[in-house]
């Protein structure tokens, strides 16, 4: 039983589910209907760390491209029907995701925070059989401002301090990234971080105290530890 750790905080895209390269497709396919390349270095240099609106806003700001509301919510549409039927066509969790969450659960309260769409997370984690154990989703929309933005890590340690009653210690709480932007997001709501290399190397994960493999090369009492080291500052 762990002692020092109180909670973790999940990423979705990138920690538990192998789903950016689909991500990706779905946009080149979506984009490509308006005559507008995304390239992969484009995509996982510039854009990874965003959710769609973001990302749309953004490759509209340095394209210079007219993006009208109603522009920008018919792609979000389009990219999601895309990544729907990708989503069907075969098994996105990373090795170990599962096992690694399911021992988690058992100890402490777990959520996510994420940039996806929630019908997306709650798809792919209820084919899988982990929906029911995390305690609380933040999803993409749920916040007025997304990742490098710290509002998705902070609702979500809100809403576990809620969910569980007790009076949780963010120096005591993991995020779990894969992404200098999530890195980023996680340090601004005060978690502890740790960075896995399933999208980028190491030397690409700034502000992770920790840096493993992917979760199936984590394990409690690492992240207990990790939490002791400093529970007084």
């Known amino acids: 039983m762990t002692s020092a750790l109180q909670a973790i905080v999940f990423d979705f895209d990138?920690?538990?589910?192998?789903?950016?390269?689909?991500?990706?497709?779905?946009?080149?396919?979506t984009l490509a209907e308006e005559d507008i390349e995304l390239?992969?270095?484009?995509?996982?240099?510039?854009?990874?760390?965003?959710?769609?609106?973001?990302?749309?806003?953004?490759?509209?700001?340095?394209?210079?491209?007219?993006?009208?509301?109603?522009?920008?919510?018919?792609?979000?549409?389009r990219k999601g029907?895309?990544?729907?039927?990708?989503?069907?066509?075969?098994?996105?969790?990373?090795?170990?995701a599962v096992a690694f969450i399911r021992a988690a659960a058992a100890e402490v309260p777990i959520a996510i925070a994420s940039g996806a769409l929630?019908?997306?997370?709650l798809e792919i984690t209820g084919i899988a059989g982990i929906r029911d154990l995390f305690s609380t989703i933040v999803a993409s929309g749920d916040t007025p401002q997304s990742k490098p933005s710290p509002d998705p890590y902070r609702l979500a340690f809100e809403q576990l301090r809620t969910s569980t009653g007790r009076d949780l210690d963010p120096r005591r709480c993991?995020?779990?990234?894969?992404?200098?932007?999530?890195l980023e997001s996680a340090r601004g709501a005060g978690l502890r971080c740790v960075?896995?290399?399933?999208?980028?190397?190491?030397?690409?994960?700034?502000?992770?105290?920790l840096i493993v493999d992917g979760l199936g090369a984590l394990t409690l009492d690492v992240l207990d530890r990790l939490c002791a080291g400093d529970r007084d500052g």
């Open 14 to 29: 990138g920690v538990i589910a192998d789903s950016e390269p689909l991500h990706l497709r779905a946009f080149q396919h």
């Open 39 to 77: 390239t992969s270095a484009d995509y996982f240099s510039r854009y990874l760390g965003y959710d769609d609106v973001g990302l749309l806003q953004a490759l509209a700001v340095d394209r210079e491209l007219v993006m009208s509301d109603e522009r920008l919510k018919d792609l979000v549409a």
């Open 81 to 96: 029907e895309q990544l729907q039927r990708l989503l069907h066509e075969g098994h996105v969790m990373f090795p170990g």
């Open 118 to 121: 929630r019908p997306e997370i």
């Open 174 to 182: 993991v995020a779990i990234e894969d992404s200098r932007w999530g």
């Open 195 to 209: 960075g896995v290399t399933n999208s980028y190397p190491a030397d690409q994960l700034p502000g992770a105290e």
